[in-house]
């Protein structure tokens, strides 16, 4: 089925933008490295990750192990490689869920109104009474650390952002006239939702996912720190960061390098997110 005349003008107007949005591409770029070692990391780790070397331990920068070693002499590259893998695990499939179940709601919220909403919306109400990475911690702690349950943790706290943008593009969408003619005409309400509204909501969902990953690296992160995200000894970028904490004055490579990791993959995401919102917007000059 050839594509619309105005939704092929509205592509080519995004990509025009999109194109000029510079800091987009250097996190393009950015996303596209981190996925690259995470799914290379079996080839490109020169060491085992998980392998003891008792005599190498707290090793500096060296042509023998490029970012050192840490405090029981595993290589810092190959850790930080399988890092990655963890961290790009978590964000997407957190982020998934959150997205999954959030744009369910919003859809079924702003379409439907009435006690759905107001039911939907009291729900929200109460998840966002707490801080995201309190509930997290709290989730987290009851379900027992695990990465499985840090990425349940991180996407249900993830819900209320894509539940709320959804049903706020659905109350401004559900009375226009191509939606009238649609129940006009007799379409069901899951078929206007699904065909009709949604196509029209799924590129700010897009935008929040972008930022939401970043959000969700973070988190893990900081679960793992706590000791409440990935177990030792696989590893995690959040864990190498509570042990790096503790060589800080003497061998800062430690925390640093894992540290790095997190902000680069973090900056990426939010340079990605953030052009493809500017694009979006024809208001803005990029």
Known sequence: MPVPRGERTGLRAFWHRFRRARLAWVGLAIITVFVLMAVFAPWLTPYDPIKQALTQMLQPPSAAHLLGTDELGRDLLSRMLFGARVSLQVGMISVGIAMLIGVVMGLVAGYYGGWADSLIGRALDAFLAFPALVLALAITAALGPSLENAMIAI????????????????????????????????????????????????????????????????????????????????????????????????????????????????????????????????RMKL
């Open 155 to 282: 996407g249900v706290v993830g819900i209320p952002a894509y539940a709320r943008l959804t049903r706020g593009q659905v109350l401004s969408l559900k009375e226009r006239e191509f939606i009238e003619a649609a129940r006009t005409v007799g379409c069901r309400h899951a078929r206007i939702l699904l065909l009709h509204i949604l196509p029209n909501v799924i590129m700010p969902i897009i935008v929040q996912a972008s930022l939401g990953v970043a959000f969700a690296i973070l988190a893990e992160a900081g679960l793992s720190f706590l000791g409440l995200g990935v177990q030792p000894p696989t590893p995690s970028w959040g864990s190498m960061i509570n042990v790096g904490k503790n060589y800080l004055e003497m061998d800062p490579w430690v925390a640093l390098v894992p540290g790095a990791a997190i902000f680069l993959a973090v900056l990426g995401f939010n340079f990605l997110g953030d052009g493809i919102r500017d694009a979006l917007d024809p």
